[in-house]
């Protein structure tokens, strides 16, 4: 079973984080991910660095343009993961954009990720009806989960369209906007978060966008299976650097 619905299955709240891949230094990756597994993380969010990244937000903006300067590459990516699964057996997933994975060629880019022990991807530019019509039985044939997401002003219809084509998680966007909103959840969101709950879909949601600390974590994931943060962790390896990612995961879980 893929590894990321193996996690799903469990009982507790998922916390995952997003780390660029090649941030802050090239050869971060691995060690940023190991140390992530071994402070409790349920799953990995590895960043593909990107020059022109559409839903994200200035901070994860700075660490993409940083990854690239550094010399990071989508092969370069692939061969920093090549051994992975000799370390870590968390749940790991590229987030990126299409257009990187149509340059290296989708079905390569599949193949590289079953051989390097990906297990889902997120493109948030790749088209549902693209995506059933040319690429789902690429995936599939490789092993790999498409997480999609939705917004508060995905209709009911789009996202039961999702939910009915989606084989792991929906990404539940707490907000319409980029990532890096840390001013916590209002009564809009909060109702929003209930009411997809209370569609009773098939695939748990996950809500990414706006979660920095235990108090957002914990609203984020009243209603919902887990909850991603992306912005407020690179923010703070690029502070404190990669020692404090216990302290981090600590203020999160509140241990």
């Known amino acids: 079973m893929n590894r990321i619905k193996q996690k799903l299955a469990q009982d507790n709240k998922i916390l995952s984080i997003y780390c660029t891949a090649g941030y802050p230094a090239l050869e971060d990756t691995l060690p940023v991910i190991r140390e992530l597994e071994e402070n409790g993380v349920d799953m990995v969010e590895i960043g593909l660095p990107f020059s022109d990244p559409l839903a994200d937000g200035p901070t994860i903006q700075q660490s993409s343009t940083a990854a690239l300067k550094n010399g990071m ?41 079953s051989e390097t022990g990906i297990d ?48 792991g998680f929906i990404y539940m966007v707490s907000s319409a906007s980029t990532t890096g909103n840390t001013r916590g959840f209002g009564p809009q969101q909060t109702d929003y978060f209930k009411r997809v709950a209370d569609m009773n879909l098939k695939n748990p949601l996950i809500v990414g966008f706006g979660i920095s600390n235990f108090e957002t974590f914990k609203t984020a994931t009243k209603h919902t299976k887990g909850a991603i943060i992306g912005s407020a962790f690179i923010k703070m390896i690029k502070r404190k650097g990669l020692s404090s990612i216990r302290e981090f995961i600590n203020s999160i879980r509140l241990l």
């Open 73 to 113: 590459t989508t092969e370069r990516l692939f061969d920093q993961l090549s051994n992975i699964r000799e370390s870590v057996s968390i749940p790991l997933i590229i987030m990126g954009y299409f257009n990187p994975v149509l340059q290296f060629g989708v079905e390569a880019f599949c193949k590289k990720c």
């Open 120 to 167: 889902g991807l997120i493109l948030p530019d790749l088209p549902l009806a693209e995506y059933k019509e040319h690429y789902e039985q690429i995936f599939k044939e490789h092993g790999l989960i498409n997480v999609f997401l939705i917004t508060p002003q995905t209709s009911e219809r789009r996202i039961r369209a999702i939910d009915n084509v989606s084989d």
